[in-house]
């Protein structure tokens, strides 16, 4: 492994030449097959985003036009208030989901695939690969590190650089072990612990440390996080996307990951991202870097003057470095890495706030002159998902907070003058609600994921919304303040320790220590708030009365779907803390030869499948939906 001298720029180019002629297209009927499904959903998701929109105006027109007709003929006061603030709430609750439309609206039909390419034979570019490292547990890295210095590529045409932002001298002293039986694998340290920024700092020492090499630096740079365990064809994979297109300066793959829990108990499955999102944002040229797996022309990093530290979304920040100076990033939808969640919520939760300030501090960056030559296609590529995140997010906990107050008053949620418009709403709703179904589902079969009535907006789980907020709200101070972007100290994936043996134990740990107590007094408070509307409705003088009078309080099925969402998804991190799932012994999530000690993750652990959560909850919220309205409007 390794090379001695660095190429002249005409032998360069002769090696890019034929490597390129020797590009071929996968014939792989298994994947062809999977483009076919995809395409074949997604094709079909913008006229049901249009027939979402259409039908989400239809219903707000009308209810709107019903407020107006109940003030009319008397509603007036408190009544009054609550009805309004609760239009209001239900229509500011919708924008996730038509910001989702929107997108779908201008991606989607354009969506399609990245040819899947081989790059054959041994003429073949130059490649650093770079593994980050952060104090993450010694035998994730080594099984990277052995997985990258044992790939299907000539061995004088790359190396494995480790980078260690441990300081860790057992970590030198293994890779030194290592590189006596493999010549081109390197460790390097700055000799400094950072406290953030650290992946792009220490990827630019990386950057800069291979210049020491024989040789130099070498064509392609490559990066993999600690964890991720790269497929053996994994850079003849994405090299052929660099050789054929001269403006193509990046190219990744997806995250896939080995060790989730059975049932995704906290949603940490990211295949709607990976399949949905970023093959329709690569038919627009607004495909982002997505952190680890991708290969990258190391002189169009130098010409954006190496990895940007001024986020901690490095990843995308680079991405629109790249296209600003004229480059174009594609996105290759193969399967070429596996890696590791955080096997604690706690570690989970980090991280999703980490990714939540990432967002808002990139989407800022926007303004930096260094991103300034991109398109307007391409900054609203990337400015529109973090704007509609942030959004969703502040509207989410204001939702939090209000809900329970309107349920607490007992006042009617919908207004309508007569029993025939209250029939006619229904119909309107139940048109808005089956558009949304056809929506979701297409999403969601596009991704091979489950089903869920929340679509895009809330696969992550709205659980983690309040802590988002939280550190949206940090963000925000930081600018004002001149602090810039909140520190978040990298911690490395931690292996699963159940810190409290009883189920006492970990309830205070969660409650407490983990700030669920939150997620408890949500959950209170919303059914509080619906006992309210119950006691409200409890002197109705027959039980279809009672019914008519509970369906436009907590049971207005738009209503229903926002608490009794709250309330399942807050239950979820309680749920996780209290009966956390079984730990999973990472030796038994791979397969290791005994001979060379290389080890990938056996197919039971890759199976999605198994990933699979339980839509007893879907189903049942969206049983009582329609069955609400059927029944309502029997009655009427």
Known sequence: MGHAAPPSPAAKEVTWKVAAANVQPLDDPHEKQREHEQLKFMNRVPKAALASILSSWLYFGYAFKGLLDAQTAGLSGSDLKVAWLSYALQLAHAFPAGAAHLLALSTMGRAKRQPLLRLTGDTCPAVDIFVTYCGEELDVL?????????????????????????????VETKIQEFKAENEGVHYTTRGIKPKTHSKAGNLNHGLEFVSSLPGGPSEIAAVLDVDMIPSQHWLRALLPHLLLDPKVALANPPQRHYNIPDGDPIGQVMDILFDVVEPSKNATNSAWCCGTGFVVRRDALDGIRGIPEESINEDILTSFFLKAAGW????????????????????????????????????????????????????????????????????????????????????????????????????????????????????????????????????????????????????????????????????GLKVDVRSARTAAGRAKKALWDDGFIIHLAIIGSLLVGVGASLRAVSGAASLQHFWLQLFIRAGWPEIFLIWSTFIIDCWVPLSYALNPPKPMARSSLLERNLKTQLAYPTPEAKDQTRIRPSQTAAVAKMSYCIGACILTMYLT
């Not at 080594?142 to 932002?165: F, G």
């Not at 969640?341 to 990432?358: D, F, M, N, Y």
């Not at 509609?388 to 204001?398: G, L, Q, W, Y």
């Open 328 to 491: 174009k990033i594609v996105y290759v939808h193969e399967d070429v890495q596996w890696g590791l969640v955080p096997s604690t919520i706690t570690a989970h939760l980090k991280r999703e706030q980490r990714s939540c300030a990432g967002i808002a501090s990139t989407a800022a960056m926007l303004w930096n002159p260094q991103a300034q030559s991109m398109t307007a296609e391409e900054k609203y590529g990337a400015l529109f998902p973090g704007f509609a995140f942030s959004i969703s997010v502040v509207i989410d906990v204001v939702a939090m907070v209000v809900l329970p107050l309107l349920l607490l008053t007992g006042a009617p949620l919908v207004a309508c003058s007569t029993d025939s418009q209250r029939w006619t709403l229904s119909v309107v709703w139940l048109v808005k609600f089956c558009a949304l179904f056809s929506y979701n589902l297409l999403v969601t079969k596009a991704a091979n994921y489950h089903f869920s009535l929340a679509g895009i907006s809330s696969i992550s789980g709205t659980w983690a919304i309040p802590y988002q907020f939280l550190t949206l709200v940090r963000f925000g101070l930081s600018v004002i303040t001149g602090g810039g972007v909140p520190l978040f100290t990298p911690s």
């Open 142 to 170: 080594l099984d990277t590190v052995k997985a990258a210095a044992n790939l299907d590529y000539p061995k004088d045409r790359y190396r494995v650089i480790v980078l260690d932002d441990s300081v860790s001298d057992k």
